[in-house]
T-cell receptor
Framework: QKEVEQNSGPLSVPEGAIASLNCTYS??????FFWYRQYSGKSPELIMS????GDKEDGRFTAQLNKASQYVSLLIRDSQPSDSATYLC????????????FGTGTRLKVLA | DADVTQTPRNRITKTGKRIMLECSQT?????MYWYRQDPGLGLRLIYY???????NKGEISDGYSVSRQAQAKFSLSLESAIPNQTALYFC?????????????FGEGSRLTVL
């Protein structure tokens, strides 16, 4: 069983809409969660991290964590064509191990 | 200059050849990682190291070996390359301090094994 699951997409949203990306994980002991954005042919870059239940907002991005249900989500408000990329969910499955496990990524397409 | 540098950026080789991918970083981080990325499979962890004397296998270490020559350098070797090792390889670093947990990635090394 894959430890971190994401829908591969593509998820298509019109410009200006809210894009909602989801990720589930299998290890209940997981402590820290990350969203990376990866443009085609480029390296991943961190856009959000979250460590406790609830919402965390940073500009147009909101990360949501629900440890009881073992899911983490990323909302992108006012989506722009430049947001079109693959979004990778990463989990540190056990506190202190720093052995990050990545999901397969969700490809987002924002239509102008 | 990039904080995490990978060489070579692109390499085409033949089955059975020995290949080394090198990674160096100027971020002063203790933790270094090697991942490979394949279409539809995401990033998979090959090896990781928390300091020069600490090397750990990831989920797909078979066919690979690593060397942590210094805090700033972490090399990945394919002793006898095979076609299914064709992939995009990323080196990443992370700091042992603080709670950010962020990984910083190199630009990637695209390896093709014929």
């Amino acid at each position: 069983q894959k430890e971190v699951e994401q829908n591969s997409g593509p998820l298509s949203v019109p410009e200006g809409a809210i894009a909602s990306l989801n990720c589930t994980y299998s290890d209940r002991g997981s402590q820290s969660f990350f969203w990376y954005r990866q443009y085609s042919g480029k390296s991943p870059e961190l856009i959000m991290s979250i460590y406790s239940n609830g919402d965390k907002e940073d500009g147009r991005f909101t990360a949501q964590l629900n440890k009881a249900s073992q899911y983490v989500s990323l909302l992108i408000r006012d989506s722009q064509p430049s947001d079109s990329a693959t979004y990778l969910c990463a989990v540190n499955p056990l506190s202190g191990t720093y052995k990050y496990i990545f999901g397969t990524g969700t490809r987002l397409k924002v239509l102008a | 200059d990039a904080d995490v540098t990978q060489t070579p950026r692109n390499r085409i080789t033949k089955t059975g050849k020995r290949i080394m991918l090198e990674c160096s970083q100027t971020k002063g981080h203790d933790r270094m990682y090697w991942y490979r990325q394949d279409p539809g499979l995401g990033l998979r962890l090959i090896y990781y190291s928390f300091d020069v004397k600490d090397i750990n296998k990831g989920e797909i270490s078979d066919g690979y070996s690593v060397s942590r020559q210094a805090q700033a350098k972490f090399s990945l070797s394919l002793e006898s390359a095979i076609p299914n090792q064709t992939a995009l390889y990323f080196c990443a670093t992370g700091s042992a301090g603080g709670n950010t947990g962020e990984l910083f990635f190199g630009e990637g090394s695209r390896l093709t094994v014929l």
